[in-house]
């Protein structure tokens, strides 16, 4: 497993989602994941797919412009670092984010969202 290919292909699937079919991110989190976006927390995949799904805009593009990922742990885990902008429909200027989220392997041989840390980035 190339943890750099797993990285990208998992960024990619999470914000092409995200851009088109915001609830359909619900199958990527478990019940003991947790979100933390700007500074509040959420648990499980009821609550995060809640809080994701009731933000105020219903269209967005992220443009990614950084993905670092490490192996994380014995138990296959792995952290994905991610930075970019988000281009909100009707919006002239882009925001900058940065996300992490730290993934953590099924027994079916995929990854789940144990942890998922949102920010944007002002300058």
Known sequence: MDP?????AFVEHYYTTF???RAGLANL???????SFEGQKFQGTQSITGKLTSLPFQQCQHGITTVDCQPSGPAGGMLVFVSGNLQL???QHALKFSQMFHLMPTPQGSFYV???IFRLNYA
């Open 29 to 35: 989190y478990q019940d003991t994941s947790m979100l």
């Open 4 to 8: 750099d290919a797993v990285a990208k």
């Open 19 to 21: 851009d088109t079919n």
């Open 114 to 116: 144990l942890n998922d």
């Open 89 to 91: 429909a009707g919006e």
